[in-house]
């Protein structure tokens, strides 16, 4: 019989793994873990690449007597070959030949949902840093059921890359009396020198990508209007300074700054032009040459009407989203 004609047993699996963790607290599928968690799963794509949400199937923290909170993130299938797709290199298999992501895997193996929703948490969160990725997967054979799992960790510090942690057969690691050894397993997890340069050229090639899309946007008038040659420069320069703020001073620009008001101290363009401000000062240049930046940067951002908003966001909210 087929793989894809056999019945899932998802929702047994689930409670199996729900079971393990009846001693700690944990999220199911409906319900909410914090705001802010909940808004970044919101944001990014569903697993099949809509704007529907996203809803892991069991959520919880990893919490050590050091106040560290790293979300884990659960994902449940039921049937023989769904825990997980690699490429041929053995990594999680998320993006495509064209690096766009690939829902398919995404929606249909554990391993890779699970993933997917840390990089919607990492992508659209300030407050975390890391997040444990962990697919399972239950089937039924003539032996008896079989359990499996992947487990990852996935970290800005390690840019976005999923490292497996180790081998695995049930979630007992999560619980309070092995969670400091779990913790010592994942901080052994670096990128390779040979991992590093790889994504180095991954987000290079990726870049360049997206600021063709953007670019040819910007001479489509996708964002409302058409925006000459030489301000796409001065646009993209401002939002990559906003975006980097100043380390323990000034947060960088989030797209949730930007909320369409229409004050004159207080519209998006003048929202961002602080941060650039804040950005310049940091770099102790001459006052003269900050006072010249910013004269520049004014024209697209204040007085090219790309901070009026339109059915409740501007252009630059929209461009900014893009950029980030």
């Not at 959520?59 to 909170?69: A, G, I, P, V, Y």
């Amino acid at each position: 019989m087929a793989t894809k004609n056999v019945r899932s047993i998802e929702e047994q699996v689930e409670d199996w793994c729900k079971t393990q963790l009846r001693s700690i607290k944990y999220y199911t599928k409906t319900e909410s873990i914090n705001s802010e968690i909940e808004e970044a799963l919101r944001k990014a794509p569903s697993k099949s690449g809509g704007e529907g949400a996203n809803y892991p199937d069991i959520k919880c923290f990893l919490e050590t007597s050091d106040m560290r909170r790293i979300p884990v993130m659960i994902e449940v299938k039921g049937r023989k070959g769904d825990l997980i797709k690699c490429d041929k290199n053995g990594d999680i298999c998320n993006l495509n030949k064209d690096k766009e992501p690939h829902y398919g895997n995404i929606a249909k193996y554990a391993v890779n949902g699970a993933v997917h929703y840390a990089h919607a948490i990492l992508n659209n969160t300030e407050s975390y840093k890391e997040v444990v990725a962990i697919g399972v997967n239950g089937y039924d054979t003539s032996i008896g059921r079989i359990y499996e799992m992947g487990v990852y960790y996935v970290s800005k510090e390690n840019l976005f890359v999923p490292k497996k942690v180790g081998e695995y057969t049930d979630l007992s690691f999560l619980l309070p009396e092995y969670v400091n050894g779990f913790i010592k397993d994942i901080d052994k997890l670096f990128l390779t020198d040979s991992e590093i340069e790889l994504k180095k050229i991954e987000l290079e090639d990726d870049i360049e990508r997206r600021l063709k899309v953007i670019n040819q946007k910007m001479h489509d008038e996708d964002y409302g209007q058409k925006i000459d040659v030489g301000q796409r420069v001065q646009l993209i320069t401002g939002l990559v300074m906003a975006g980097l703020g100043v380390p323990g001073k000034v947060s960088p620009l989030s797209v949730s700054d930007l909320r369409g008001d229409q004050g004159e101290k207080n519209n998006d363009g003048q929202v961002i032009m602080n941060k650039i401000s804040d950005y310049l000062s940091e770099k102790q240049l001459p006052r003269q040459k900050i006072e010249m930046i910013e004269e520049v940067l004014r024209v697209v951002f204040i007085h090219s009407k790309l901070q009026e908003p339109k059915d409740g966001e501007s252009a630059l909210h929209t461009i900014y989203a893009d950029v980030r």
